[in-house]
Each structure stands twice: as structure tokens, then as C-alpha cells.
């Protein structure tokens, strides 16, 4: 069974850091793209960074350039999303998806979800 695991959302106040984890299971990291979207309060899903598993490239959304990183332990099957600096625009659920080939727009191209973890950034 495919499965997408997010976990290390909380509560942090403005300015700090928090470390998200996108378990994978069912399926090996490497020929798959890995992307991390977030939802807000009475917005649509987003995304706001993605990696090609492959190649390691990576693709951010300007507004989390510079404080945001993304990494792939493919030995764990497991991707990271390390957020510092984090301001309360931040605050969402943050999602992990998963999808065969390279990083793409569109929420409808990943096939493989997580069920969520709540970001919560206090001013």
C-alpha cells in the first residue's frame, strides 16, 4: 500500500524554525518527485517546494526562498522540509505529495497524498 506520512507540525512563534517529515512507503523515493504544499484557512492548496528525487533539484515558491529547505534521504524513503525564519503567513497544513518523473505545477499531477500536518506560526 502507498503511503505518504507527514509528521513535526506544532505550534512555534514567529521567527522560528520547525522540521516537517514526508514518510514514504510502498514505493521508492528515487524515480518519484516530491513535492510540499500548504493549505491556509479558507484557501487553496499551494505549492510551495518540490524535488526530483532523480537529480536532487530543487524548486521553491519565492515567498519561502531563503528559509525554506528541502532534502531527500532516499536510504530512509523520506523527505524533509526544514522552515526557519517562519512568519504567521506561514500558518497552514502542510502537505507532502508524490508523483512518478519530475517536479510540475498543478495539484491534480501529484498522484500520491499524506494526510496533513498543522503549521502554526504565532506573531
Known amino acids: 500500500e502507498v503511503q505518504l506520512v507527514e509528521s513535526g507540525g506544532g505550534l512555534v512563534q514567529a521567527g522560528g524554525s520547525l522540521r516537517l517529515s514526508c514518510a514514504a512507503s510502498g514505493f521508492t523515493l528515487d524515480d518519484y518527485a516530491i513535492g510540499w504544499f500548504h493549505q491556509a484557512p479558507g484557501k487553496g492548496r499551494e505549492g510551495v517546494v518540490c524535488?526530483?528525487?532523480?537529480?536532487?533539484?530543487?524548486y521553491y515558491v519565492d515567498s519561502v526562498k531563503g528559509r525554506f529547505t528541502i532534502s531527500s534521504d532516499n536510504a530512509k524513503n523520506t523527505v524533509y522540509l526544514q522552515m526557519n525564519s517562519l512568519k504567521p503567513e506561514d500558518t497552514a497544513i502542510y502537505y507532502c505529495?508524490?508523483?512518478?518523473?519530475?517536479?510540475?505545477?498543478?495539484?491534480?499531477?501529484?498522484?500520491?497524498w499524506g494526510q496533513g500536518t498543522q503549521v502554526t506560526v504565532s506573531s
Open positions: 524535488i526530483n528525487s532523480k537529480d536532487g533539484s530543487t
Open positions: 505529495a508524490a508523483r512518478s518523473g519530475y517536479c510540475s505545477g498543478g495539484n491534480y499531477l501529484y498522484k500520491y
